[in-house]
Structure formats: structure tokens, C-alpha cells
């Protein structure tokens, strides 16, 4: 049996087959460098570090990319209030964040661009967007047409007359329709900015990840992860851009993990709801986070409260019992039957990753491997060293 991954531009489970066989190009959207982390966005990089070891574990190599988005609104405001560069912010909580990766032992990506090293790429491409027509300037700003490129909404599966009709917020009258998008921004008093020929500016927030895959990864790509949340607008901007750039498919499989959420609500700093990543490690530490995403599909919500923590523990525990090395004493269950059931449990391991990770049910597999060392079979006993 083969890898096979949900495809959130398909709708389905898709057997796993990379554009070049037997290598992994992948791409995942990091956070935006505004604020201390929290534990929803260690559940993303948690989700993709386990993805990219079992594909290693198959023998895959991958080429793994994971951004920075170091300049935003966000981001300029926070500089505003503590009177700082935007530049002061962003290199505080990369710094924080790269040390949480450390601390959840995350593999590293190859490389973690910034927005804000790509600016002549996204420059270019922003220009080459507006040769092929499917961009416009208008008074320093630039915006994506959106009804130029047909497939708009292929991935949300959502439709362009309904999102228009559906729209509640006032539209910019510069637009040609209510649903293009910023690709750049003319700077404002204050702001930082850089050249362009538009005039001073910054990128928007999409063209940054669209130039970044493709100056690290190339025009095509099989994986794109992310958040769920992300699928629309950002994602489907990605493609809009991506693909009327290159004139062919950016990512061959979507994938998408489910949202932490606390108190029925998806963990976000800007609702304020939100476990910072420090306090969580102080309490609980690393590997029970790693647990807690491991108990359920990487596609569902994950519900934050005691009960969830303490069943990660719980099971972390009897894992930990579990793989401690073991030896057989008088009358133990002979040495062969450990290896099978061991075996079976590889088999079950595989079997379950391979059916887009399916974690849950390893789980399951690993603690009936535990009780058969806990509790031996026909009677026997098995002793710690």
C-alpha cells in the first residue's frame, strides 16, 4: 500500500505521487512575527514535522520551506506602539520561535526565507503578472484580477458571482471588482517601505509566499500546507498567482490541518483567546504537545482543555513504560513472540500512516503492544533492566 493523502483541491484521498519520484518538494506557511507563538501555531509545525518524518522514514527526500512573513500590518502597528523598527519586532519573535522549534524538537526546514528578502523577486513578479494581464496598478497600489484567471476557487470551491454577491465591507472604488487583491501596497506616512516602480511600498501578504516557494522550490511543488484556515483567501490567492505566473499547476497536493481551538473557538491572538507556547512547555512540556496532536486526525479540531491534556499524558506515560528496554526473566514470554508482535505492530504502524497518517490509530496499536509487554501473554511477565 502506497502513501495516500487527503487533497484538499480534490476533495479526496489521493495516493502520493511527487513530481519526481522519490523526492519531496514542500512547502509550509509559517506565522507572522508580531507577537509570542501560541500552541495553535506549534500544532502546525508539529502536524508537517510528523508528515516529513514518516515520508523520510519511506525513503523520501524533502526539500522543506517554511516562511517568515517579517513585515504586515500586524506587525507595523506593534512597532508603533513600542515606538521601535518594524525590523525590532519581527527579529524578536523569530528569535522566540526558532527556539520553541528547538524546544518541541522540530526538523528543521532547509531554509525559512523572510518576506522581506524577496522584495526584487516579488517586484518581478508582480511586473511579469501585469505584462500577462493579470494585474493592475492604480495610484501606487497594484491589484490581481481576479476574474482573469478562470479557475478562481477551484481549491475553497467556492465561486466568484456568490463571493461578490455575498459581500458585506465597503469596496475600494479603484478596483475593476470587489474581489481583486492587493499584490502591492503603496507605503502610507510612517510605514516602511521600498522602491518599486508603482512608487514606495511593501508587497501584499499573498504574492510574498507565492514568490518565496518559487524562488526556493520552483515553479511546481507537491505539497502546500497550512492551516485550514488559510485555504481561502490566501491559499486560493496563492494559486491565482502562482499558476498565471508559471502557466502550470503550483501544488499537487493541499494539505490542510484542522484548528486548535479553546473554548469552541479557534485559538488566534487577535481574538485573544490563545495558550502561549512558553506557558505550555513551563507546565506540561514538549512531548505532551506532540501527544495531544497525535490522538486525533490532523484534519480535525483539536479541542483545548484539561481532559484532552491529561489524556496525552496518560497515554504518553504508558508509551514511555512501553519502550523502556525490556528482558525476559524465568518463564517470560519467549523472545520470538516480541519480535512478532512487534512486527505486527510495524505493519499496523505503516498501514495507518499510509492512510493520510492517520495517527489515532497508531496510538492504539502502539498501547496493545504495551499491554502485551505490561502484562505478557499466557501468563508470563516481563522485567525492566
Given at each position: 500500500m502506497s502513501v495516500k493523502i487527503y487533497n484538499t483541491l480534490t476533495r479526496k484521498k489521493e495516493p502520493f505521487e511527487p513530481l519526481e519520484p522519490g523526492k519531496v518538494l514542500m512547502y509550509v506557511c509559517g506565522p507572522t512575527v508580531y507577537d509570542k507563538a501560541h500552541v495553535g501555531h506549534a500544532m502546525s509545525v508539529l502536524v508537517f514535522d510528523i508528515i516529513r518524518r514518516y515520508l523520510e522514514y519511506q525513503g523520501y527526500k524533502i526539500k522543506h520551506v517554511s516562511n517568515y512573513t517579517d513585515i504586515?500590518?500586524?506587525?507595523?502597528?506593534?512597532?508603533?506602539?513600542?515606538?521601535?523598527?518594524?525590523?525590532?519586532i519581527s527579529k524578536r519573535y523569530i528569535q522566540e520561535f526558532e527556539q520553541h522549534l528547538k524546544d518541541l524538537n522540530i526538523l528543521p526546514a532547509n531554509i525559512y526565507p523572510l518576506a522581506t528578502e524577496e522584495i526584487s523577486h516579488i517586484i518581478k513578479a508582480i511586473e511579469k503578472l501585469i505584462e500577462k494581464g493579470y494585474a493592475y496598478?492604480?495610484?501606487?497600489?497594484?491589484?490581481?484580477?481576479?476574474?482573469?484567471?478562470?479557475?478562481?476557487g477551484k481549491l475553497s470551491g467556492r465561486n466568484v458571482d456568490d463571493m461578490e454577491a455575498g459581500t458585506r465591507i465597503a469596496v475600494d472604488a479603484r478596483k475593476e471588482q470587489p474581489m481583486d487583491f492587493a499584490?502591492?501596497?503603496?507605503?502610507?506616512?510612517?510605514?516602511?517601505?521600498?522602491?518599486?516602480?508603482?512608487?514606495?511600498?511593501?508587497?501584499?501578504?499573498?504574492?510574498?509566499?507565492?514568490?518565496m516557494s518559487l524562488v526556493h522550490l520552483g515553479?511546481?511543488?507537491?505539497?502546500?500546507?497550512?492551516?485550514?484556515?488559510?485555504?481561502?483567501?490566501?491559499?486560493?490567492?496563492?494559486?491565482?498567482?502562482?499558476?498565471?505566473?508559471?502557466?502550470?499547476?503550483?501544488?499537487?497536493?493541499?494539505?490542510?490541518?484542522?484548528m486548535m481551538q479553546l473554548s469552541g473557538t479557534k485559538m488566534s491572538k487577535s481574538l485573544g483567546n490563545l495558550v502561549t507556547v512558553d506557558d505550555f512547555l513551563e507546565q506540561y512540556g514538549p512531548d505532551t504537545l506532540r501527544m495531544m496532536i497525535l490522538n486525533s486526525s490532523y484534519r480535525s479540531p483539536l479541542i483545548y482543555n484539561d481532559e484532552t491534556?491529561?489524556?496525552?499524558?496518560?497515554?504518553?506515560?504508558?508509551?514511555?513504560?512501553?519502550?523502556?528496554?525490556?528482558?525476559?526473566?524465568?518463564?517470560?514470554?519467549e523472545y520470538k513472540k516480541l519480535r512478532e508482535q512487534t512486527e505486527i505492530t510495524?505493519?499496523?504502524?505503516?498501514?495507518?500512516?499510509?492512510?493520510?497518517?492517520n495517527t489515532d490509530k497508531i496510538r492504539d496499536q502502539l498501547l496493545k503492544l504495551d499491554i502485551v509487554l505490561e502484562d505478557g501473554t499466557a501468563g508470563t511477565t516481563w522485567h525492566w533492566k
Open positions: 504586515d500590518d500586524k506587525i507595523i502597528q506593534r512597532a508603533a506602539i513600542e515606538e521601535v523598527e518594524y525590523s525590532e496598478p492604480v495610484e501606487g497600489d497594484v491589484y490581481y484580477r481576479v476574474r482573469k484567471f478562470n479557475e478562481y499584490l502591492w501596497k503603496a507605503a502610507k506616512p510612517g510605514e516602511p517601505f521600498w522602491a518599486s516602480p508603482w512608487g514606495k511600498g511593501r508587497p501584499g501578504w499573498h504574492i510574498e509566499c507565492s514568490v515553479e511546481q511543488i507537491d505539497i502546500h500546507g497550512g492551516g485550514n484556515d488559510l485555504i481561502f483567501p490566501h491559499h486560493e490567492n496563492e494559486i491565482a498567482q502562482s499558476e498565471a505566473l508559471n502557466g502550470k499547476q503550483f501544488a499537487k497536493y493541499w494539505v490542510h490541518h484542522g491534556i491529561q489524556h496525552a499524558q496518560s497515554a504518553l506515560q504508558r508509551l514511555r513504560s512501553a519502550l523502556r528496554p525490556a528482558r525476559p526473566q524465568e518463564n517470560a514470554l510495524r505493519q499496523k504502524f505503516i498501514e495507518a500512516m499510509d492512510d493520510d497518517f
